[in-house]
């Protein structure tokens, strides 16, 4: 079955960049797709499509997918970014929905 | 506007069975795939299966094969999860989310989460 990697937490001060990568194999050739998750709440998208926004998500929130990596890049942090972060592809082999493990983003 | 609406949490013994409501709201019900997906305490994301609202047809994790029972009621735009033979381990918060397919498909509404506690 498919796998995606996730590094378990990712820090970063106010104002500065995160990086939260998800690694595959081949995931370049995917679409991948990811959700914001605060405690006690419902998962929300943040990006589709490697690197499309919804409606309502600041473009501080953007995408790439290449190779064995998939990033989710935030700029300019807030602490209202701090949440758990999930990356999702479907595995056309398997036609099952595969998340990542998440990682936690700390801001410090 | 869109909306999911899960039924409230639950407890139930092991070997019970559970089964969670997601009533849609705002949007054609047949229109879109509907996912599953649980999460169990201080874990990650586990996608359990799908269901077509508009067929009835289904695909379940192979995980869950055998256990799980997705149907749907299209005459109140409600859908179903059932999970038999619980296990302590089945302690979870439930999700449903809808599927949005252009491109490629993503959840892009989710339901509140429906608690289910499973303990003897």
């Known amino acids: 079955s498919y796998v995606l990697t996730q590094p378990p937490s990712v820090s970063v001060a106010p104002g500065q960049t995160a990086r939260i990568t998800c690694g595959g194999n081949n995931i370049g050739s995917k679409s991948v797709h990811w959700y914001q998750q605060k405690p006690g709440q419902a998962p929300v998208l943040v990006v589709y499509?490697?690197?499309d926004r919804p409606s309502g998500i600041p473009e501080r929130f953007s995408g790439s997918n290449s190779g064995n990596t998939a990033t989710l890049t935030i700029s300019r942090v807030e602490a209202g970014d701090e949440a758990d972060y999930y990356c999702q592809v479907w595995d056309s082999s398997s036609d099952y929905v595969v998340f990542g493990g998440g990682t936690k983003l700390t801001v410090l | 506007q869109v909306q999911l609406v899960q039924s409230g949490a639950e407890v139930k013994k092991p070997g019970a069975s559970v089964k969670v409501s997601c009533k849609a709201s705002g949007y054609t019900f047949t229109g879109y795939y509907m996912h599953w997906v649980r999460q169990a305490p201080g874990q990650g994301l586990e996608w359990m299966g799908r269901i077509n609202p508009n067929s009835g047809g289904t695909n379940y994790a192979q995980k869950f094969q055998g256990r799980v029972t997705m149907t749907r009621d299209t005459s109140i735009s409600t859908a179903y999860m059932e999970l038999s033979r619980l296990r302590s381990d089945d302690t979870a918060v439930y999700y449903c989310?809808?599927?949005?397919?252009?491109?490629?498909?993503?959840?892009?509404?989710w339901g509140q989460g429906t608690l289910v506690t499973v303990s003897s």
């Open positions: 989310a809808r599927v949005y397919c252009e491109v490629s498909c993503y959840e892009d509404y």
């Open positions: 499509d490697d690197s």
